[in-house]
């Protein structure tokens, strides 16, 4: 059976050029980058290569760029590493202003930045019906201890894109810092850094079709923050641990296509998402999209089919050989509502009928109207058993 991936927002099959750009990594330059010897200045070689790289990708300085296994690993690099520098937790406190749809890796580092000891007060700015924050709302938010504001730029679930250049605009009038997880944003909407107020942006790589286990923070120049790793000096003292030289040769590899590739990228991506929308609404009755219309990913569908059991949906999807998503997947081992899709005001049976579908280069209209072929019969069978649907089909 021909099986199409509609799940990118989880994640991406490593593109063969960046697998290619990484197997002499795993093979004969196979050096400690922080060796004196030839394999060691091979290695290091590679990883200077690389962060040129990815700070071109984003308009950043070489020194800007630490590399990280990820996301996670970013997002908690940037949120505690500021605090502890600080000083709080030790004496200090600390208010953090952030989003109450953030990506797990940033809501529960506050959570846990807000435990007892840890001298930090967190304010979760609300969401629209939309999905979007208002900037009127993180200014009113901003107190005297205010150290650090988060907003991620564009969301993993409902695809929809934050103001972030007028949220930086206000963090910097304030004198706060401005941390932006652009991990779903990266490779499809533009980022440039000497155009935006940004301070900190966490980066993933197997969100952009390189390998999983990599990514990247920006620090902006002259950002004080701490390291959470203690070793060796690698990272310039940020981050210590031998580095994954062959998954960042292969993340810097992912990074230069995404811009190479980022006009065609998103005209595709485009035509497809829009395509899957319309016409999944003009097939099937009581169809409605989450997230804001057109400040959204060019590659984000989220729908919600009322009088459906999402994850019925789901497996319905998988046996036609359709992968798609509800909720986010972090949090699928679980049936708890969506924090993202209730903060837009759902009501629990809105968000169980609700479905992401994110899309890849590697997708083709065939595969879309495939999808289209078999929605409206699967819905069909899901409403006629519903006890909630009411004889409606
Ligand atoms: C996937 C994702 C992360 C986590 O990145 P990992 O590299 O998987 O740790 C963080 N933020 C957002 C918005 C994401 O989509």
Do not use: W
């Amino acid at each position: 059976m021909k099986r199409i991936y509609l799940d990118h927002a989880a994640t991406t099959a490593v593109d063969s050029e960046v697998m290619q750009a990484m197997a002499p990594y795993f093979a004969e330059a196979f050096g400690n980058a922080s060796s004196l010897h030839s394999f060691g200045k091979d290695a290091s070689r590679a990883l200077g290569a690389a962060r040129q790289t990815v700070a071109d990708a984003l308009g950043a300085g070489m020194g800007e760029i630490f590399f990280t296994s990820g996301g996670t690993e970013s997002d908690n690099l940037a949120l505690k590493g500021v605090m502890m520098a600080g000083g709080v937790g030790r004496g200090e406190r600390g208010h953090i202003i952030t989003s109450a749809i953030e990506h797990p890796a940033i809501l529960n580092t506050c959570r846990y930045l807000e435990g007892a000891g840890h001298g930090c007060d967190v304010t979760y700015i609300p969401v629209g019906s939309d999905g979007l924050v208002d900037p009127g709302d993180v200014a009113d938010a901003i107190r005297d201890d205010t150290k650090l504001i988060s907003i991620m730029h564009a969301n993993n679930e409902i695809g929809t894109i934050q103001p972030i250049a007028e949220i930086g605009a206000i963090a910097r009038k304030n004198g706060v810092l401005f941390h932006t997880d652009a991990v779903q944003s990266f490779g499809k909407t533009e980022i440039d850094l000497r155009k935006i107020p940004v301070d900190m942006l966490s980066l993933s790589s197997h969100k952009i079709y390189g390998p999983k286990g990599v990514g990247a923070l920006y620090v902006r120049d002259g950002v004080e923050i701490a390291p959470l790793m203690h070793g060796g000096g690698h990272e310039s003292g940020l981050r210590a641990g031998t580095e994954n030289v062959a998954g960042i040769v292969g993340f810097a590899k992912a990074a230069m296509l995404a811009i190479e590739r980022f006009a065609p990228d998103c005209s595709h991506l485009t035509k497809l998402r829009d395509m899957l929308i319309k016409g999944t609404i003009a097939a099937i009755d009581d169809v409605h999209l989450n997230g804001h219309p057109t400040e959204r990913l060019p590659n984000n569908a989220n729908l919600r089919f009322d009088f459906v059991e999402g994850e019925a949906m789901l497996l319905h999807l998988d046996v036609k050989g359709i992968a798609v998503s509800t909720g986010s997947a972090c949090s699928s081992a679980s049936s708890e509502p969506s924090h993202v899709l209730l903060a837009l005001g759902l009501a629990p049976e809105e968000i169980h009928g609700s479905i992401r579908f994110t899309l890849g280069r590697e997708n083709t209209e065939e595969e879309i109207l495939y999808v289209l072929d078999v929605l409206p019969e699967i819905v069909g069978k899901l409403r006629a058993i519903s006890p909630i649907a009411g004889g409606k089909r």
